[in-house]
């Protein structure tokens, strides 16, 4: 706790230097959480307040209790018990600390780290510990921390470089130092937020994507043989080379090489790329010096037709080339290249590995764990590592804390035998994809197949580079039916994006294969338009007149959740609901306590009202008691405490709005 003790008593002198200072200082009147009254309100839902004494008075209250001690931690469920049972129970928010709580302090329509008063507009690790009784109502118990390391912007149009576009994996970037407290460094108040996320019992979970990086990153200067080369005048005519010969959006699986190899434009553009200088520089001093840059990123699809990625490259893993590789296609002199196939090193590893390479990976897990302190690593695009290192960090992880959960980004769910084995925990799954898609029944065949699948994933409504839920038609209506429903999934980790709760529209970072019409969600006068959190100056509307309808539901949800999450994660406790037909609009499952059980139903149709008849027989050859009292003990409409009356063959017959989640508890008496 020593960070965020010396956190608050560093502020303490600040906010006495500036306690006199006048101030038109705004923030959402939503932040205001512990009803700090020195303030001005705003037609806007804004306040004007002094920001060294506001951010005092809040830090005050969430670490001193009422007799001005620190708050006791609260402790860690099963930290003593089984190794990683705590990822089965977590509820997983996804927080991107620049634009979690970015806001246009002075009103100038900018989001700058250097406004009027020189203090931050962008998000901080510090203006982060806000948000902690926030996520602590709603039931969050873990974060997932995206990149907050140094990023590297180039040519991209953005204000910000992809989020993969690191300079060093062990550098956290100074734009998310806040200003409020200039004696502690940028390593030191992300010590503090990680320190306050463990007094509140909120682990946090690193995003770490160490086979992509920025092109102008830090490690080419002593190892430049990491990275695929070409000469500097190159780039003009650099692209994804195609091969006539093959599908669009092909994967570059070793049945297709032949062809691949057989290209003339994937021959020249082999032919452009040379051997990594033996000098010690800059990637600016390789340019000017050697007439030598790095190459760029492309898709690993073959004639994806996307852009290259300007900003950032990939590592070369291996001293050698695949064996996979054609016989005779390339001569044995030429320089490693960067192809479709050695993008997809997990497809086509060489045998002499770069040490120096996979060590430096290691130690930055290492780093991770006994320095930040975090308790589970999210390892993203794991298709540009090879097989043999997606193991080996896993297992190093294990070996050095054997409570640190590993995640895999994988969409493919029949891989998830292949993730336990190479010792991950958990994959990110589908669902961010699949559950929007209710009109086709995608999140029917989701939700009941996941209770089976034999690892936990991701049980969310959307992912950062796909659209927004809420963007969607009825789109109020369906997040409120998708986040709450996902809380009570078998085997599934819910998980929610920065500015759900605000029913935020615009994408995070819309994928190349996204509809672009999604950026364009907001209305032109809004100036977030045509803007995506990950990449722009961005903020999440917190003065929003719905903010308050999903963390009101979800407190109540955590309530309920809480007292079953014992059968949630025990998949013999849970049992599917059924319906007269597979084609109805219901899913439904009910978790089975000794002395107790709890049916969660859901009315699919976001448009309509629906009668559901739900069967009650599998239920009941499961129940270790007798049922002589059944109730519905809240919804997503209707808050209230109601009896549910049973039909003659003991099945249920309820009425469902729109989007409705109903809450029915069996019990002995």
């Known amino acids: 706790m020593k960070h965020i003790i010396h956190l608050y008593y560093t502020l303490k002198k600040q906010e006495n230097l500036h ?18 009254s020195d303030k001005r ?39 003593k018990k089984a190794k990683r049972t705590w990822l089965k129970k977590a509820n997983v928010y996804s927080l991107m600390i620049r634009s979690a709580t970015a806001w246009d302090h002075d009103r100038d329509n900018r989001l700058t780290k250097d406004n009027i008063y020189h203090l931050n507009d962008n998000g901080t690790f510090f203006k982060s510990i806000l948000l902690i009784p926030h996520l602590k109502r709603m039931g969050i118990n873990t974060i997932l921390l995206h990149q907050p390391f140094a990023l590297c912007k180039t040519y991209k149009k953005f ?30 108040q992300c010590l503090a937020f990680i320190e306050a996320c463990h007094l509140y019992g909120i682990r946090i979970i690193l995003e770490f994507c160490p ?58 553009h082999i032919s452009s790329f040379q051997y990594a200088p033996t000098s010690h520089k800059t990637l600016l001093d390789h340019e000017i010096d050697e007439n030598l840059t790095i190459a760029p990123l492309f898709s690993d699809q073959i004639n994806a037709n996307l852009t290259i990625d300007e900003d950032s490259t990939i590592f070369n893993y291996f001293e050698d080339r695949s064996s996979h590789t054609p ?27 770069q040490q120096s390479l996979w060590d430096m990976i290691h130690s930055c897990v290492s780093w991770y764990i006994s320095y930040l302190h975090v308790d589970g690593i999210h390892i993203e695009k794991t298709f540009l590592l090879p097989e043999k290192l997606q193991k080996e960090i896993a297992k190093n992880a294990h070996k050095q804390n054997s409570h640190i ?23 990110s799954g589908n669902s961010g994809y699949e559950e929007s898609n209710i009109s086709n029944f995608n999140f029917h065949t989701f939700a009941y197949r996941l209770k089976d699948n034999p690892c936990p994933m991701f ?42 709760e605000c029913f935020d529209v615009q994408p995070m970072q819309l994928s190349e294969y996204g509809d672009q019409k999604y950026v364009m969600s907001l209305p032109k006068s809004d100036l977030r338009y045509q803007r995506q959190a990950y990449l722009d100056e ?101 808050s209230y405490r109601h009896d549910v009356k049973q039909d003659e063959f003991k099945n249920l017959s309820l009425h469902f709005a729109p989007g409705e989640v109903k809450f029915i508890e069996f019990k002995p008496n």
């Open 327 to 353: 016989k005779n296609s390339i001569s044995k002199k030429q320089a490693p290249y960067l192809l479709h196939d050695t993008i997809r090193q997990d497809l086509h590893p060489g045998k002499i590995i």
């Open 211 to 268: 086979g992509k990086i920025a092109r102008y990153n830090d490690y080419v200067l002593e190892h430049p043989e990491w990275f695929y080369w070409i000469n500097k005048e190159d780039l003009r005519k650099y692209h994804a080379p195609i091969c006539p010969s093959l599908p669009h959006n092909t994967i570059p699986h070793t049945y297709t090489l032949k062809d691949l190899y057989h290209s003339e434009d994937v021959m020249e």
């Open 19 to 36: 306690h006199n200072d006048i101030f038109n200082y705004v923030i959402p009147d939503a932040w205001n959480t512990y009803g700090y």
């Open 538 to 638: 961005y903020y999440f509307d917190y003065c929003s007149k719905d903010l308050n309808i999903l963390p009101f539901l979800l407190e109540k949800c955590h309530q309920i959740r809480d007292t079953y999450i014992g059968a949630i994660t025990n998949i013999d406790s849970c049992v599917p609901v059924w319906f007269d037909s597979p084609k109805d609009f219901g899913i439904g499952y009910s978790f089975i306590l000794e002395n107790q059980a709890l049916m969660v139903i859901c009315n699919t149709n976001i448009a309509n009202s629906c009668d559901l008849h739900i069967h009650t027989e599998n239920l009941y050859a499961e129940l270790p008691f007798s049922v002589n009292a059944i109730y519905q003990i809240f919804s997503t409409q209707d």
């Open 41 to 79: 309100k705003l037609r806007s839902g804004e306040i004007i307040v002094n920001p060294y004494s506001f951010y005092l008075y809040t830090l005050h209250n969430i670490l001193f209790d009422h007799n001005n001690q620190i708050k006791k931690a609260i402790p860690f469920v099963d930290e």
């Open 405 to 427: 959960a590993m995640i895999a980004e994988d969409t493919n769910i029949e891989n998830s035998n292949a993730w336990i084995h190479k010792g991950y925990d958990a994959i």
């Open 459 to 500: 049980a969310a409504s959307e992912f950062f580079d796909a659209k927004r839920i809420a963007s969607l038609e009825h789109g109020k209506t369906l997040s409120i039916m998708l986040h709450v429903m996902n809380q009570f999934l078998p085997n599934g980790i819910p998980l929610a994006l920065n500015g759900f």
């Open 159 to 188: 204000a910000y470089a992809d989020k993969e576009s690191v300079i060093n994996f062990t550098k956290l970037d100074e734009n998310l130092k806040d200003s409020l407290i200039p004696e502690l460094n940028v390593e030191e």
